[in-house]
């Protein structure tokens, strides 16, 4: 069983930055990949960005991309999301998902972090 732990939000300034991070328990066999979605009020939890367990491959969605990095420390099982230059528009609950092995992949999902940009 896995399970993911989000920690590293609260209240930032437009244009300044944050770091989540997303702390896995259970093996690193067990998961595919990692991934941060967001989820503002009142509407759907979209993909930000996802690390590859095995070979680190990242992607990201197009409205972060070039401001956001998602990295991963395997000595502490922990992915981060390093988030620069946030715009106001990105407030919302930011949550980790561990993407499971399997068929069907289970997904684990971390109870969320909430990220709010003053305006």
């Known amino acids: 069983q896995v399970q993911v732990v989000e920690s590293g939000g609260g209240l930032v300034q437009p244009g300044e930055s944050l770091r989540l991070s997303c702390k896995a328990s259970?093996?690193?066999?067990?998961?595919?990949?990692i991934g941060w979605y967001r989820q503002a009020p009142g509407k759907e939890r979209d993909l930000v960005a996802q690390?590859?367990?095995?070979?680190?491959?990242?992607k990201y969605s197009d409205a972060v991309k070039g401001r956001f990095t998602i990295s991963r420390d395997e000595g502490v099982n922990t992915v981060y999301l390093q988030m620069n230059n946030v715009k106001a528009e990105e407030r919302a609950v930011y949550y980790c998902?561990?993407?499971?092995?399997?068929?069907?992949?289970?997904?684990?999902w971390g109870q969320g972090t909430q990220v709010t940009v003053a305006s």
């Open positions: 998902k561990g993407e499971g092995v399997g068929v069907p992949p289970p997904d684990y």
């Open positions: 259970g093996s690193r066999f067990d998961t595919y990949a």
């Open positions: 690390i590859t367990t095995h070979l680190g491959e990242r």
